[in-house]
């Protein structure tokens, strides 16, 4: 009997032993993976920081381009984005360039364009060039409800933003940049969703009427920061 009992005694120990080990193990991965974690966020900040200055980097020269060549443009001075109003660049209700639209953007391209591509922290890190267009609530004759409106205005401001992005890709800047360019450069139409107001909130419609350019970063993902796999 006094074997017996010795034996499982033995056996116990072996098994404190195991889980000892086991939440030792655990521990430890835990600790790599909180060290990982914050490793991992720290690197994200850091990139997220380095890519607010270099679009602001941007925004200046573009904005200080645009000043020299007397180009009517707003630009966002922390993103970069241009807002150009519709009637420097199209007729009421039409998305035809007009020759005073076309020489605003035979001038406004290659200052853009060059800026953004010479500068290569800049371009490597963008994911798309999203040219916007937008109008505003106005009604049209024949269209009786909202929905109808709003369809006619999104078929309105999708064209428009084609006819931008049409021009903008024959234009005469740097060619070495034509096919990052090509690659990167994307049209929306968001008809009245994006309507600017004034300070007493009441829709602005003459800058509520516009074509945006805007600059989409990379997002970053952990797998990306480490550098495992593509």
Known sequence: MAMIKKKHIQSDDYGNIFWVTMSDLMLGLAIIFITLFVLAMTGFNQKSVQQQK??????KKIES????????????RMTGDLKIPSSALFEVNSFVLK????????????IYVNTIFSNKKLSDNIESIIIQGHTDSQG?????TVNQQFIYNMDLSSKRANSVAAYMLEAKY?????????????????????LIKDKNGNEDKVKSRRVEIKLKVRDWSIKQFFGWGS
């Open 54 to 59: 270099l679009k602001m980097d941007v925004a």
């Open 99 to 110: 020759p005073e639209g076309k020489a605003f953007l035979a001038k406004l391209t290659p």
């Open 140 to 144: 049209f004759g024949g269209l009786k």
């Open 65 to 76: 381009e645009l000043k020299k060549n007397n180009i009517n443009a707003e630009v966002d």
């Open 174 to 194: 740097n060619p070495q940049y034509n096919s990052g360019f090509r690659k990167m450069i994307s049209c929306e139409g968001r008809s009245f969703n994006d």
